[in-house]
């Protein structure tokens, strides 16, 4: 007897009332597409709810992972589509048709926890591959559907971690990594080798595939496309000056979201530029929030996705990278999140050529100032996470057959 049961569905609840594991539910509808089970999203219903062919497997799964779901009929199911489908309602149900390929850029020996993404990833049960510097110039990232980026610093500035952390020793080895890693595949500075990697994944991005960045990955990518062909580190990044006059010389027309921002000269200033907001920020902890904006389900699936929660006011949360100043934002990015009062976009999407990418701001959903060396975010205190929950959007909706948006 067959395990597929056709006359019903797993429907999965994804509101604050009726999911207990929120970020587990992710990885359920994950599973279940790589047993080639037919799975549809449910946007703005119940908090973005999936409904998934039945099967005994998926069953069992959803109690092993203490997932909140409920096996109902054809024909309910039949009734909650025809209501979605109304014009009235701004729903639509998003068929998901395959278990996307997940590549994070991430150095090999980084743990799960130095990243809200590999921890969350990790967390919901999703499978993932790591790769670095080596797999990008050699052309691997077209085996992946998806990519995050992990908390990089393309410019080749160490994370201008310098003026703080120069003589700690894992600064130092994670400078002589790099700089090993870099001589090994060909190139003089890690600043170099690190801006044909930012170019490699912007060809990614153009031919088709999905991009997703945090914190500093967001602006130090932006800023090393930009400057490509120039120098803008100083002696102790690459071992010569930068050259005279380079904020004249960077070009806003190569970058993915970002534009007429100034680069931060002084090399012992935790900063990369003008976009990031961190230093510009003047809110309590216990009133920072940013909010999700609304989007048409039935013509802009894709941001209407990317912003599905059971909530529309996510608490805020800070990094090297914490948010974005909205005057840096080029017209044609789409902002999704933001703290408006204080001009700020937190979370914010694109396409360039084939492909899209969202940039996140922030290190981690769940803590609120991470400092080097603090401990990891412990996920099983917050299976609802808001915050993990929009990561988790951006895994997934590149398994959706999506309509030609809105133009």
């Not at 981690?364 to 060396?373: A, N």
Request: proline residues 4%; hydrophobic residues 35%; charged residues 25%.
């Amino acid at each position: 007897m067959s395990n597929l049961l056709c006359a019903s569905f797993i429907y999965i609840p994804m509101s604050a009332d009726n999911q207990k594991n929120h970020l587990k539910a992710y990885g359920i509808v994950y599973f279940a597409l790589q047993k080639g089970l037919k799975a549809k999203w449910l946007l703005n219903y119940d908090g973005g709810a999936f409904l998934i062919e039945n099967n005994e497997i998926v069953e069992k799964e959803c109690v092993i992972r203490g997932v909140s779901h409920r096996v109902i009929s054809d024909a309910k199911s039949v009734l909650i589509l025809e209501e979605i489908s109304s014009p009235s309602k701004n729903q639509e149900a998003v068929t998901l048709e395959k278990a996307p390929k997940i590549a994070v850029y991430s150095p090999k020996d980084k743990m799960p926890w130095d990243d809200a993404v590999t921890m969350v990833l990790t967390y919901a049960e999703i499978p993932f591959d790591v790769v670095y510097d080596e797999e990008v110039l050699n052309d691997k990232l077209v085996l992946y559907d998806w990519l995050h980026l992990h908390h990089e610093d393309f410019t080749g500035q160490y994370g201008r971690f310098y003026s703080a952390y120069r003589t700690e020793p894992w600064y130092i080895q994670q400078k002589k990594d790099a700089e090993k890693l870099a001589a090994k595949l060909g190139y003089a500075k890690v600043s170099e080798e690190k801006r044909d990697v930012a170019l490699k994944i912007k060809d990614y991005v153009i031919g088709g595939g999905f991009m997703f960045a945090m914190c500093s990955a967001t602006d130090s990518f932006d800023i090393a496309l930009a400057a490509a062909g120039v120098d803008i580190c100083e002696s102790m990044f690459d071992g010569d000056p930068s050259e005279p006059n380079y904020q004249s010389k960077i070009d806003f027309t190569k970058t993915f979201a970002f534009k007429n921002f100034e680069l931060i000269k002084d090399p012992t200033v935790y900063e990369f530029s003008t976009i990031d907001m961190t230093r510009k920020r003047n809110i309590p902890k216990t009133s920072d929030y940013f909010s999700l904006l609304e989007f048409s389900a039935k013509w802009d699936q894709v941001p209407t996705m990317l912003t599905q929660d059971h909530t529309r006011l996510v608490k805020g949360f800070m990094g090297q990278t914490t948010s974005f100043d909205r005057h840096t934002i080029k017209s044609t990015v789409l902002i999704m999140g933001e703290n408006k009062a204080n001009g700020e976009a937190r979370y914010i999407h694109g396409t360039i050529g084939k492909g899209m990418f969202t940039f996140y701001g922030g290190h981690d959903p769940e803590d609120y100032q991470h400092r080097v060396g603090d401990p990891k975010t412990e996920l099983d205190l917050h299976p609802n996470s808001p915050g993990y929950r929009l990561i988790l959007n951006n895994v997934l909706f590149p398994a959706a057959k999506k309509k030609k948006q809105k133009t």
